[in-house]
């Protein structure tokens, strides 16, 4: 069964940083993309960031774009988003999303529960 | 940036057909995927690559993509599929993803 965990969620300042991660289980992890997609409570998804399977291979949403990091950890089978610069709009529950298809590019078939970021003084 | 525009709501009665509407420029060369999603719950998805179904999503289900709009189809809505319904797709280099703003579907 496959399984993913974010965690890292805190409340933080503006112009704060904060590293998200995502444990996986129950598939081979250096095969797939992984997916950051956030959600304001109450409001659409809005895509964040993917890197595919071998972690050469990254991409933002312009929203985003040199503020985040995202990376993984194959031997670990970690998928991690590091965020700096925060601002009061990157407030959002974060989910972690698994790549449908092995070493390509197509959608999310499975999510996580997510993690709550919250940005606030 | 590239956008994908949905209507923010639809509503329906029991038994109706419900349509969901997505239109963007690239969705003539790239796939539109739809995920359902109740409140407090991670995002299912519902329809693949236009107008394929998941295993366990049921029939009623379904999709179809013309030009720069695809649309999800529920004939029969039944009360359990009210939530918010997501389109996503790519940007032209396929690398990049974009979901729609989300439609609040209705069923009463």
Sequence with gaps: EVQLEESGGVVVQPGGSLRLSCAASGFTFHDYTMHWVRQVPGKGLEWVSLINWDGISTYYADSVKGRFTISRDNSKNSLYLQMSSLRTEDTALYYCAKDRTPQGYSYADYWGQGTLVTVSS | ?108
């Excluded at chain 2, 923010?8 to 109706?16: D, E, I, K, N």
């Excluded at chain 2, 049921?58 to 030009?67: D, L, V, Y």
């Excluded at chain 2, 649309?71 to 918010?84: K, M, N, P, Y």
């Design chain 2, 1 to 108: 940036s590239y956008e994908l525009t949905q209507p923010p709501s639809v509503s329906v009665s029991p038994g109706q057909t419900a349509r969901i509407t997505c239109s963007g420029d690239a969705l003539p060369t790239k796939f539109a995927y739809w995920y359902h999603q109740k409140s407090g719950q991670a995002p299912v998805l519902v329809i693949y690559e236009d107008s394929r179904r998941p295993s366990g999503i049921p029939e009623r289900f379904s999709g179809s993509s013309s030009g720069t709009m695809a649309t999800l189809t529920i004939s029969g809505a039944r009360v359990e599929d009210e939530g918010d319904y997501h389109c996503y797709s790519t940007d032209s280099s396929g690398k990049r993803g974009v979901f729609g703003g989300g439609t609040k579907l209705t069923v009463l």
